[in-house]
């Protein structure tokens, strides 16, 4: 079929004027085979994308999401392979690095002084103050606080002596072979040496005990 013949079968300007002439509300489904060739045409592109989108939303739309879930899947998995990849390389590496840890946290833990000792802990206190050649106005053990994997046992100390006496002092608790930790410094002439080059020293120390974490102290009632 040549193009002439097309165009004597389907004129364009005599559709579209009958397609501007169209009553559209006395238009009758059951009269489509009479309706204007371009009506016809537009109502068949309609139906055409209408059937498109019901396949697009029947059919196309489940499969794109299983593909985008499977997508998705597919990068975690890779994400955790590749994980998993470089833990197993770097073994040898972690396994060092966590034996240099447990070690470490063993000698701190070491460092701590156990409930028993602490009594022994004030003793060392009170040893080094009067080494120093200072006066002890005041040291006791205040309430302990308990945290999650240690105990906190607070200790007040007010003492009085000479500006070098008393950092003498200060550096040997802080050297003392279980960790004590100094916090709250207040620093004055002391009352009854006024006119004089003697000061009273407040100060928070604090030390720490090692508590077992709750799930292992249920593991030893349990075995017991």
Not at 103 to 121: D, F, G, K, W, Y
Not at 161 to 187: E, N, W
């Amino acid at each position: 079929m040549n193009i002439r013949a097309l165009r004597g079968r389907f004129d364009w300007h005599t559709e579209w004027r009958r397609f501007r002439e169209v009553d559209w509300h006395a238009l009758d489904p059951a009269e489509a085979g009479n309706w204007p060739k371009l009506l016809q045409l537009l109502c068949c592109v309609l139906m055409i994308a209408v059937g498109i989108g019901i396949v697009q939303w029947y059919l196309v739309a489940p499969r794109q999401e299983a593909l985008a879930s499977a997508r998705s899947e597919e990068t975690t998995l890779l994400d955790e392979y590749g994980t998993r990849a470089w833990q197993a390389a770097n073994l040898p590496l972690l396994e060092a690095q966590m034996g240099t840890l447990d070690r470490r946290m063993n000698q701190l833990i070491a460092m701590l002084p156990t409930e028993a000792e602490v009594p022994s802990l004030l003793d060392g206190i009170s040893e080094l103050a009067r080494r120093e050649q200072l006066d002890i106005d005041l040291l006791k053990l205040e309430p302990v606080v308990q945290h999650d994997f240690y105990i906190e046992q607070p200790l007040a100390i007010q003492v009085r002596g000479d500006y070098h006496h008393l950092g003498a002092f200060v550096a040997g608790v802080a050297g003392l072979s279980r960790i004590v930790t100094l916090h709250d410094f207040t620093l004055k002439p002391a009352e009854a040496a006024r006119g004089t080059d003697i000061l009273q020293l407040s100060v928070q120390a604090k030390t720490y005990r090692y508590a077992e974490p709750p799930a292992r102290q249920a593991d030893a009632k349990g075995a017991s």
